[in-house]
C-alpha cells in the first residue's frame, strides 16, 4: 500500500494537540532511534513529533534526499507496566538531486505498533529491564507485506548520566529480480535483521533543563553489509516542561545514509 496524501494524518496531529490537557514531565526519547526502559504512565498519553527531518543517501543505489515531516510517534500508558505505541513517518523524496529539490515520491515508512512492558526497575549499576514487540506495515512504496519486531531495552540512570541500550532483531521481506530461463521475474524473501543502539544522556544543566545526548546505532540485514551511525545533539526542557530537541547525524560506512538533521518536541498528555 502506498499513501498517496496526506490529510488524514495531519487531521489526526491536529486532534492529539487538541486534546492535550496537561503537561507534565516528559522522558521520551526523541530524536534517538533507540527507545528507553521506561513507559508512560496509565492513562496518560505522550507526543513525540518531529516537525523537521531531512537525511541524504549516496550509496548503494540512487542517490536520495529525504525531508521528513511530520515524524508522529504516540505512547499511550496501559495497566502492569504496559505501554501501547503507534507510530509513523511523513516522506518527501528526491531520487534524482539535479539542481532544486525535486518531489519525486511522498509516502509514509516505518509505520507501526508496539506494546513495551518493564519487567524489573534497577537502581544504580542494576537496570530497567524492558521488552518492545510489534509489527510494521507496508506503507512504503512498493510494500504489500506486514513485518515484525522485538527489542529488549536496558536503562542504567545516575545522577547527571543515563545510559540505554537496545538490541533485538526484525524481519524484512524484500523484492528481487531473479532470471527464469531466459525470463526475469520478481522473488519475495524474508530476511532477518539485526537491530542495536546505545545512547549516553548528559545532563548540563538541571536548572536550565539542559541535556547532551549521543547515539550510535546499526541495523545489520541478512546478506547485506551493516548501516550503522552516530548522532550527537541536545535537547531542552523548555516552557510548561515541554522537551525540545535538535540533532544531526552521520553514518559511518557508504552502505550507511552520509547525513542528516532531526528536529522536534516531546509533550505529555494527561489528566
Known sequence: ????????????????????????????LRPFVTTNAGVVEKGKEELELGYFGIKEEKNPGRDELTIEFPKISLHYGLFWDIEFTMETVGEFVDDRQKGDFELREQQFSDTAVFLKKIWHRGKGI?????????????????????????????????????????????????????????????VEETREVFIYGSIIDYEVSKEKG??????????KVEKQNIE???????????????????????????????WGMTTGITILMGK
Open 126 to 186: 542494576i537496570p530497567n529491564f524492558a521488552t518492545e514487540t510489534g509489527i510494521l506495515f507496508p506503507t512504503e512504496k512498493g510494500g504489500e507485506r506486514i513485518d515484525f519486531k522485538g527489542i529488549g531495552i536496558f536503562t542504567w540512570e545516575f545522577k547527571s548520566l543515563t545510559f540505554h541500550t537496545t538490541i533485538g532483531g526484525a524481519t524484512e521481506r524484500k523484492r528481487r529480480p531473479e532470471k527464469l530461463g531466459d525470463e526475469e521475474i520478481e
Open 210 to 219: 539542559l541535556h547532551l545526548v549521543s547515539e550510535y546505532s546499526l541495523e
Open 228 to 258: 550503522h551511525q552516530v548522532l550527537g545533539g541536545i535537547v531542552w526542557e523548555g516552557p510548561w516542561n515541554m522537551e525540545f530537541d535538535a540533532a544531526t547525524f552521520w553514518g559511518l560506512n557508504s552502505d550507511s545514509i552520509d
Open 1 to 28: 500500500m502506498y499513501v498517496k496524501n496526506m490529510n488524514s494524518f495531519r487531521i489526526l496531529l491536529a486532534s492529539f494537540l487538541f486534546h492535550i490537557i496537561c503537561i507534565n514531565n516528559a522522558f521520551a
